[in-house]
């Protein structure tokens, strides 16, 4: 159980921030032994990693993105966000939030993605 959904701008413009939203049902983000996580798909290309945030609120971001993004939860409406700043086309991509479950070392729920495009 815990079904995830992205919600997102779709569109924005170089160097502006672009933020993301992750709404989970059916499941608490403050869950011990699950990991939310910010999984792209740039077009042509494989998944790759952002980073997640734990049950406590810690979060791990891709040392290459550290600079432009960090990982927020709001517990009262069971979301975690991704703020993207200074976009630019090579952000292009299907972004997809993900459960890990510790435990079993999988991912085991994932939202449908939403479609980001950077463009003037």
């Known amino acids: 159980q815990g079904q995830l959904q992205e919600s997102g701008p779709g569109l924005g413009k170089p160097s502006q921030t672009l933020s993301l939203t992750c709404t989970v049902s059916g499941a608490s983000i403050t869950m011990n032994n699950y990991y939310w996580n910010w999984i792209p798909q740039p077009p042509g290309k494989g998944l790759e990693w952002i980073g997640f945030i734990g049950p406590s609120g810690t979060s791990d971001v891709n040392p290459t993105l550290k600079s432009r993004t960090s990982i927020s939860r709001d517990t009262s409406k069971n979301q975690f966000l991704l703020p993207v700043s200074s976009v630019t086309p090579e952000d292009r991509a299907v972004y997809y939030c993900?459960?890990?479950?510790?435990?079993?070392?999988?991912?085991?729920?994932w939202g449908q993605g939403t479609q980001v495009t950077v463009s003037t």
């Open positions: 993900a459960r890990f479950y510790n435990s079993a070392h999988i991912y085991d729920s």
